[in-house]
Each structure stands twice: as C-alpha cells, then as structure tokens.
C-alpha cells in the first residue's frame, strides 16, 4: 500500500482577489517506510525544538512561519529563525524521506482560461499517482490530503474511476479509469500530522519558486524547492526537468 498525502498553495478561484496559480504537492510513501519516516521526523522536529526552540506539537504552516497571522507560538522565535527553520526543513526532506516520491502540479491561472481549476489540479494530480501505482510500484494507493473541498473532490474522484480519457499519442483518447486509489480521499488536519506539513512546505516553496517575491528575496526561500529534486517524481511530466505538471 502507497499513501500520497497532499496539501495546496493558492486557491482554485478566480476572482480578483484569488491567487494567480493553484499548486498541488502530492508525498507518496510506501507503508512499509512509513513508520521509519515517522521516527525520523519526530528526530527533526527534536532538533528544531534545540535548536530554535519550536515547540515539537506546533504546527509548521510555512506562510505563518513568513508572517505569523495565528500562530502565537511563532512570535516567540525571531523571523530570521522561523527562515531557518523553512531552509532546514528542505535540506532533510531528501534525506528523511529518501525513498519517497513527491509529485507537483502547478496550475497558472491565466494560462487555463474557463477551465475548472480545482478538477484540472485534481485530475493531473490522481491520474499521476495512478499511473505510479500501476507503472512503478505495482500497488494500491490512497491519499490523504489537508482539508478541501471534499464533496467536489470525491464527485471528481468517483467519475474518474469510470471515465478518465487522456491522450494518445498517436490520435484521439483513450480511458483509463483510476482504478489503483482506493477509496475517497481521507481529510485530516494538517496540525495532527507531520506527513502533511511536510507536504505543506514544499507546496509553498514551489510557490516562491514559480512567484518570487522580493522582499523575500533576501532570505533566498525561491531556492528552496531545488533541494527537494532527489525525490521528485520526474516521470510526472515530460516537459519540465523537475517533472513539475503545468498543463
């Protein structure tokens, strides 16, 4: 059994005050691993808590870490810190999770003009995962993701495992159903797991690299996302060298 644990940076509106992008990262672990992931991010989080003193029940939310909104916690430790945190994090994803796979869809808004945003994200992500299921690892998945839209997702979700046409590569389509996910996605609150904030920071910092920003710049988080590419799953795209989905 695979699990893809998914988290979002941006939203899939488009409204003036929407984001420009909807990025999705999905972090696939096998369950023979998971446990051995477990121990060695409550190692990590053990060394932030020495380190800069973050306590290890805290929630990481990445863009709270940059500006701190809810999180009172956070105001205890300096921002120069809270980037360090951001940077160590990303330095030991590779070697934490050194036999997992992270697939990334990044979405830019103005380039899918009167499409559903949302099922478009959505639908790369699980034809993706599925096709690792069957191609790769010879198994069955299901994935767990922070909260969203749950009811448009399992609608999505369910229509897939029936209909899912994709290109051919000669002409027409053909369906391939998404018959390796079992199940409806699981929602679980990303403050009760470890799993999903790591998901969560690597969502945001393939945001930065896609929209640097410069008041950030000094701090170098657009660089971020690039210690992540030992476990990318490159095979998710052919286009781009990081394996980043786009269309």
Not at 80 to 96: F, S, W
Not at 189 to 218: N, W
Not at 229 to 243: F, N, Q, R, V, W
Request: aromatic residues 10%; positive net charge; charged residues 30%.
């Amino acid at each position: 059994m695979h699990l893809m644990y998914v988290d979002e940076s941006g939203d899939p509106g488009i409204s003036q005050h929407s984001s420009p992008h909807f990025i999705l990262t999905g972090l696939i672990v096998s369950q023979t691993d998971w446990d051995k992931y477990l121990q060695r991010l409550k190692a990590f989080r053990k060394h932030l808590k020495s380190t800069y003193g973050l306590n290890q029940r805290t929630e990481i939310h990445t863009s709270e870490l940059i500006r701190i909104k809810k999180i009172e916690e956070y105001k205890l430790i300096k921002k120069y810190d809270r980037i360090n945190i951001i940077k160590d994090y990303c330095t030991e994803i590779p070697a934490i999770f050194d036999t997992a796979q992270c697939i990334n869809i990044c979405i830019k808004k103005d380039e899918h003009l009167g499409q559903d945003i949302f099922e478009l994200a959505w639908g790369r992500l699980l034809q993706r995962f599925d096709t690792f299921l069957k191609k790769t690892a010879n198994d069955k998945g299901i994935v767990v993701a922070d909260d969203t839209d749950s009811l448009k997702l399992m609608n999505l979700q369910r229509k897939m495992r029936v209909y899912n046409f994709v290109p051919s590569r000669f002409t027409g389509s053909y369906n391939v159903p998404i018959d390796s996910i079992l199940e409806d996605t699981f929602s679980r609150a990303s403050h009760h797991s470890y799993f999903l904030q790591t998901v969560d920071v690597i969502a945001y910092c393939l945001y930065r690299r896609e929209y640097p920003k410069g008041s950030q710049k000094k701090y170098g988080l657009e660089f971020q996302f690039d210690k992540i590419e030992p476990i990318l799953l490159k095979k998710a795209s052919s286009t781009d060298p990081l394996g980043i989905v786009r269309a």
